[in-house]
Each structure stands twice: as structure tokens, then as C-alpha cells.
Nanobody, 121 residues
Framework: VQLQASGGGAVQAGGSLRLFCAAS????????MGWYRQAPGKQRELVAS????????YADSAKGRFTISTQSSATKNTWLQMNSVKPEDTAVYYC???????????????WGMGTLVTVSS
């Protein structure tokens, strides 16, 4: 599985940005796609995730402002729509894909190169 994130850039507080994650390779078995971020000096954290049934999960900081969506269950390409961004959203954003393992409840996770989002006040 290969993941390529794009769409990052500089934006002013209150603005919007849309990140895109292109998935390729052995994507058929991916059942979970997610966006994580890592700010300078901080640990990587989950921003949002979506499974193949369309169930979504958001960090409290993202609820009401960010929306995760997938192009289709076939392509696994995923967007993260970021609205009303804040300076604290500044981070490198990473795309993540989960593939179930034979052990129930376990997954192998794949990461793409991140895309930098910088929000100025």
C-alpha cells in the first residue's frame, strides 16, 4: 500500500483547506483510512478516520470543523476538508491506511509522506 498526501499549504485563520490522500498498490483489503497530524514538539495524533461502512471518528479538536470522506470503497482515496482552521491546526498531516490482519481486531497500518499545513493568525 502506497499513500500520497497533498493539498497542504499556508492559510489564514478562519479559512479552509482540503487535503487529499491517494491510495495505490494493494488497496483492496484496506478497511480503515485516517488522517493524523504532528505539530512541532508534539506527538502524532489522530484527526479523523473513516471505515468502509462510512463510520467516522473525529478528534474533539476536529469535530464540527473537519470532514473526512472517501471517493469510493474501491479507490480508498480520501479527503480531509478543513474549515474554520486555527493556528493550533498547524502541523504535518499524514494519511494512514489500515488493513486487517488474520488476528481478529488487529491491523497493519501504512503511512504516507506528510503534507504541511500552516495556519497564520
Amino acid at each position: 500500500v502506497q499513500l500520497q498526501a497533498s493539498g497542504g499549504g499556508a492559510v489564514q485563520a478562519g479559512g479552509s483547506l482540503r487535503l487529499f490522500c491517494a491510495a495505490s498498490g494493494s488497496i483492496f483489503d484496506i478497511d480503515l483510512m485516517g488522517w493524523y497530524r504532528q505539530a512541532p514538539g508534539k506527538q502524532r495524533e489522530l484527526v479523523a478516520s473513516i471505515d468502509t461502512k462510512g463510520n467516522t471518528n473525529y478528534a474533539d479538536s476536529a469535530k464540527g470543523r473537519f470532514t473526512i470522506s472517501t471517493q469510493s470503497s474501491a479507490t480508498k482515496n480520501t479527503w480531509l476538508q478543513m474549515n474554520s482552521v486555527k493556528p493550533e491546526d498547524t502541523a504535518v498531516y499524514y494519511c494512514n491506511a489500515g488493513v486487517p490482519r488474520q488476528v481478529p481486531g488487529m491491523r497493519n497500518f501504512y503511512w504516507g509522506m506528510g503534507t504541511l499545513v500552516t495556519v497564520s493568525s
